[in-house]
């Protein structure tokens, strides 16, 4: 019998699922909204991807990523919990070996990875600035009437982009709602949204990196025309986007745990039908005040995490 790996990126705005079969091939993928609650989402994906998939698969690894890993590893059992460089790097690298440089901008979060012969040597996050991600192109897609879908159609019809400025979103907010009272054409305001998300990639998370080709742009704004046309003049390079850009993350986290340590069984899809909960408390052990959070299954304790010693665990 064949057997399976699943694949949990769970992030603060999406949450993505794979289901990998043994050549590696996506049988069942699924890519939702968070919504503000780990847990809920976890529960969502899982009953998305169970659709998919048919009652008697064995699922025998597990794996997680993304900000909220650890919480979604204890709550599916996985047998591999990883980072987001590593995830996204082994991901991309079993779609595109030749892959030198990854650019990937989420919700909230980018970060540029650089490989040299299939290894990661070098690689940086964005900083707490939220000006080069996607919830920034979303709530000034909103002030223009248009939908984050529509944007880059727009952008792509402007041959001026506006110039906004780049390094902070309060100043490229000001100076969107400055150019537009003064008759700027929504396209190129448009356009300059996505050189503006651009310029501040390069010059905060790429800042100091050699970015070589072949270059894959992942995440969901690589779903942006505008965003990849503004990388392109930049770089003066080919972008490459994998239509599965967005669950590469997935991807990896779901080959990672086919190398790790096996599970004592097969995944199970009946826990969503437990109760899961977090729970946070304070250690008094010592003047660090430690945040303890623990993560309960029908009031069964699963995991605790937060302490900067082993005294509050």
Partial sequence: MQTYSLGIDLGSISTKGVVLDE?????ASAYLMTEGNPQSGTKRLLEALAHDLPPDIQIQAVGTTGSARRLVG???GANAIKNEITAHAVGTLSRHPDVRTILEIGGQDAKIILIRDGIVT????????????????????????????????????SAAPARLAARCTVF???DLIHKAQVGHRK???????????????????????????????QGGVSQN????????????CEITVDPNGPLMGAIGAALLAREAPARDAP?????????????????ADCANHCEIISFYRDDVLLDSWGGRCERSL
Avoid at 23 to 27: K, P, Q, R
Avoid at 225 to 236: K, T
Avoid at 267 to 283: G, I, N, P, V
């Fill in 23 to 27: 050549a590696n091939n996506i049988v």
């Fill in 172 to 174: 490229a907010e000001s």
């Fill in 122 to 157: 070098d690689y940086a996050m964005n900083t707490l600035c939220a000006a080069g991600t996607g919830a920034f192109l979303s709530s000034q897609a909103s002030r223009l009437g248009l939908t984050v879908e529509e944007m880059g159609e727009v952008a792509l019809r």
């Fill in 74 to 76: 204890a709550m599916v």
């Fill in 225 to 236: 025309q505008g965003v990849i046309a503004a990388f392109q003049r930049e770089l003066s």
């Fill in 187 to 217: 396209e190129d305001l448009v356009a300059g949204l996505c050189q503006a998300v651009v310029l501040n990639y390069l010059g905060n998370v790429g800042k100091g990196k050699q970015i070589a080709a072949p270059v894959i742009f």
């Fill in 267 to 283: 995944f199970r899809f009946d826990l969503m039908e437990h109760h899961h909960q977090t729970r946070a408390s304070e250690c």
